[in-house]
Structures are given as C-alpha cells and as structure tokens.
C-alpha cells in the first residue's frame, strides 16, 4: 500500500520554527519529485515548497522564500520541511505529495492525510 504520512505540526508563536516530516511506505520516494501544499479555511491549495528527485532543484513560494527549506534523505525515505520566521499567515493543514517536479498540485499523484500547523501567540 502507498502511502505517504506527515508529523511535526503543531501549535508555535510568531517567530517560532517547525520542521515537517513527511515520510513514505509502500514505495521508494527517490523515483519521485516530493511537494509541500498548504490549504487554509477557506483558501484553495498552494503550493509552498519541491524538490526534485535527486535533491539537486528546490522551489520555494515568494511567501515563504528566505524562511521555508525543503531537503530529501532518500536513505530514509523522507523529505522535509524546514520552517522558520513563522507568520500566523502560515496557518493551515500541511500537506506533501509525490509525483512531477513543479507547485501545481495536480501534477502530484500520490498525498499524505496533512498535518496541522498552528502560528498564533
């Protein structure tokens, strides 16, 4: 069974630091491009951050270029979201997905559930 779970979301004042998880089983994350999507209440569903299959080209959002890092550990079968600087306009269920290199999220096939991230003092 694919599937893909993400952890590390929670509740951090203004200014604080999260890193997301987003771990896959099922299948080996290094045949894929992974992204990072965000979806707020009421909003549709951006695309935050990808990198490609070999860690070699990242994509960051002008919103949260200079403050959100994206890495690959293909050993490990994770990827990652380092978030910092954080904004209470950050809030939203994280979500990352498997598919071709790019922030439109229907080029991505394969979702985890999301995690929620909470910035407020």
């Known amino acids: 069974q694919l599937q893909l779970v993400e952890s590390g979301g929670g509740l951090v004042q203004p200014g604080g630091s999260l890193r997301l998880s987003c771990a896959a089983s099922?299948?080996?994350?290094?045949?894929?491009?992974i992204g990072w999507f965000r979806q707020a209440p009421g909003k549709e569903r951006e695309g935050v951050s990808c990198i490609s299959k070999s860690g070699g080209s990242t994509i960051n959002a002008d919103s949260v270029k200079g403050r959100f890092t994206i890495s690959r550990d293909n050993a490990k079968n994770t990827v990652y979201l380092q978030m910092n600087s954080l904004k209470p306009e950050d809030t939203a269920v994280y979500y990352c997905a498997a598919g071709l290199y790019g922030l439109d999220p229907e080029r991505y096939n394969y979702w985890g559930q999301g995690t929620q991230v909470t910035v407020s003092s």
């Open positions: 099922g299948f080996t994350l290094d045949y894929y491009a």
